[in-house]
């Protein structure tokens, strides 16, 4: 719920100071800079929630707490990518890809009813996925929206 908060408050925020100082509103930047904060947020995590995070990704796979760490930095090179016009389309499709890899891992927590901020098995179990997995598709869409589609439009209106 508060990645989605993050979201929507810094679009709200970055459309008002456009309009102040520029007079004039570019919706897709401000999607875009209100998914590079949220994600900043969520980077955050994972640098102080790496055990319980380490919990989320299935047995098979090792170094887990490194994987935590490695995607946390990931995040935050992609959400300085959405900044960069040159480099959004492709920062899209590899956040689409993330968001996808990491639907397993939310899952498996949920299954496990597992909070991922204590690393304890008290968390909110199923109801935690009926809202988890419905938010991911809006990430996603948001993100291809503000990043590949309009792209897409551009590039084939030139």
């Known amino acids: 719920m508060k990645p989605l908060f993050i979201l929507l408050l810094t679009f709200i925020i970055s459309i008002g100071i456009q309009k102040l100082i520029l007079k004039d509103i570019n919706y ?24 319980g995070m380490s919990k989320m990704i299935p047995n098979f796979i090792p170094l887990k707490p490194t994987l935590v760490l490695a995607t946390g930095v990931l995040e935050i090179i992609l959400a300085i990518g959405l900044l960069f016009p040159s480099y959004q389309k492709t920062t899209g499709w590899i956040l689409i890809v993330f968001l996808l890899l990491m639907l397993p891992a939310n899952v498996k927590a949920s299954l496990e009813n ?8 008290d968390g909110k179990g199923l109801s935690y996925l009926w809202f988890r997995a419905p938010l991911q598709l809006f990430f996603i869409a948001w993100i291809y929206f503000s990043t590949i589609k309009t792209n897409t439009a551009i590039t084939n209106s030139l």
């Open 28 to 51: 897709l930047l401000s999607a875009r800079i209100a998914m590079c904060a949220m994600l900043l947020f969520t980077a955050l995590g994972h640098f102080l929630f790496t055990e």
């Open 114 to 121: 597992l909070n991922y901020q204590t690393g304890t098995y």
